[in-house]
């Protein structure tokens, strides 16, 4: 059985909810991240958006809000892909300041993928699918400690 | 490189044409004072002359020519010796009246001419001695000159000779020939530029001229005489000549050669769409199933044989995995070569 996040830093965050944003085009993978995000947290909020332009928007709308966020941002995508909407969100002058912590997920084992999620100021990190239990637990974890170091 | 000087002392044979006869005396005197073995003919009249170098088998290695001869003189008698002779070289004998005459002959190509009245047996030597080197020396040249005129004629890339200005075909080897279609005097008729198609003029006469280093960054196009086109690299090098500059141009016919770097890159293409379905299409689906895998197993309720045959699908899915980063292993590192 997994354990659950630390408690100890789970009181200093209590006030502050989380949230878990999956853009992702594929409802079976946005089922699976889900099940396991509440698996780890009953408390997570989840936002599911179907593809890169629906996921920017409700990113946008995000500005300024000081909940904790968390996005998996799918690469190939229709209408607007992953790499769109990093780059609108760049251009948005979304880097600075108060910005939610995203990580480029792919079902390419390509290598140039992730040099490529390197180059955007915004990335946290790359995982290529299937993202494991664990995986989706130091991500939730980690942005955690980056919260703790703010205040 | 220019042979040592010759000696002559054993194999001279002199044609000796004079209808004087004491002025012929006197030169065999000289000859045999300073020539060893030396074959001596004389002909007292141009019609025995031209009898003899027609008729005789022997090799003459030098004709002493007499201007005035009873039955024809002047520029007309050194025409017709020529005529009848190619390899010898001439030398006249004079005397003071014609000596504008002589010098004259030098212009057509008498060799050397002597006034009578100052030949002396050291004179006679040096002058037969010195004509005979500078015949060797332009024979010499003239063999070079053809093994040149070969090496452009059985050249197997065609090539023409331009004159500088007007880019007119002044020369076309054997291989353009047998390769555009035209015989040699159709290429005279031309003009370099006229191969190319009338959208390729202007540029090719500018590159050419203006000898642009950057010639052979692109393909031009000849048609060739019976209208089939074909692509080509040019290569052309400027002759500085006394008269006229003159330009020699290559063609490369490179068809086949871009018809096949074509069909790799058509097949390139084909590759890497390949190798792109098998990075995205083909892995998304096996990934939402090592995914669900995960999903399944994080239940720790399930039988035991349920959990073993998990076991066997995550095992193949992974192996399906692996084979897939291959694949797109190798065509990544095709695509950076």
Redesign the interface.
């Known amino acids: 059985?997994?354990t659950k996040p630390a408690a100890l830093k789970k009181n200093n965050l209590m006030t502050m909810k989380k949230e878990l944003f999956i853009i992702d085009d594929?409802p079976?993978?946005r089922m699976?991240i889900s099940?396991?995000a509440t698996?780890i947290d009953a408390d997570v909020t989840i936002h599911h958006c179907e593809d890169g332009e629906k996921g920017l928007q409700r990113l946008q709308s995000l500005e300024n809000s000081d909940h904790v966020s968390v996005v998996l941002l799918d690469i190939?995508m229709p209408r607007l892909n992953g790499w769109g909407v990093l780059k609108e969100l760049e251009n948005h002058g979304f880097e600075s300041g108060h910005h939610p912590s995203i990580y480029v997920v792919s079902?390419?084992?390509?290598?140039?993928d992730m040099a490529k999620s390197k180059t955007f100021k915004l990335t946290k990190g790359f995982y290529?699918?299937?993202?494991?239990?664990d995986d989706i637990k130091s991500i939730l974890n980690e942005c955690d400690d980056i919260k703790a170091g703010d205040h | 490189m220019v042979k040592e000087i010759h000696k002559y002392s054993e194999t001279l044979s002199v044609l000796v044409i004079e209808d004087n006869l004491g002025d012929y005396v006197l030169i065999e005197d000289y000859l045999l004072e300073k020539f060893k073995g030396i074959a001596l003919k004389h002909c007292s009249d141009y019609k025995s002359a031209v009898d003899y170098l027609q008729n005789s088998e022997e090799k003459i290695s030098v004709i002493l020519l007499d201007l005035n001869l009873p039955d024809i003189a002047g520029i007309d008698l050194i025409n017709g010796i020529f005529d009848c002779n190619h390899d010898a070289p001439i030398i006249v004998l004079t005397g003071y009246s014609d000596l504008n005459m002589a010098k004259m002959s030098l212009q057509i190509g008498v060799y050397d001419y002597l006034v009578k009245d100052e030949i002396n047996p050291m004179i006679l030597y040096k002058t037969i001695i010195f004509a005979l080197n500078r015949s060797d020396f332009i024979h010499q040249i003239e063999t070079e000159k053809d093994n040149y005129e070969n090496l452009f004629n059985f050249n197997p890339q065609p090539t023409w000779l331009l004159d500088f200005q007007e880019l007119k075909i002044l020369n076309a080897n054997m291989a353009a020939q047998t390769k555009y279609g035209y015989s040699l005097d159709e290429f005279l008729d031309m003009s370099f530029t006229d191969l190319h198609p009338k959208t390729e003029r202007e540029v090719v006469k500018h590159k050419l001229i203006s000898r642009d280093i950057k010639l052979n960054s692109d393909h031009f196009t000849h048609q060739l005489s019976n209208g089939k086109e074909i692509k080509v690299d040019i290569y052309s090098r400027k002759i500085a000549n006394l008269a006229n500059d003159t330009l020699i141009v290559q063609s490369n016919d490179v068809s086949e050669t871009l018809k096949h770097i074509q069909t790799i890159e058509v097949q390139n293409k084909k590759l890497r769409k390949i190798a792109w379905t098998q990075?995205?299409d083909v892995?998304?689906p096996?990934?939402?199933i090592?995914?669900?895998?995960?999903?399944i197993e994080?239940d720790?309720h399930h039988s035991e044989e349920f959990m073993f045959l998990m076991k066997q699908l995550r095992l193949s899915g992974n192996e399906m995995d692996n084979l897939?980063?291959d694949i797109?292993d190798e065509t990544?590192g095709f695509e950076k070569e």
């Open positions: 059985m997994w594929d079976v993978y699976i099940k396991m698996y190939n079902s390419s084992t390509d290598e140039s290529i699918k299937p993202l494991s239990v | 990075s995205h892995r998304a096996l990934a939402r090592l995914g669900i895998i995960n999903l994080m720790e897939i980063k797109v990544s």
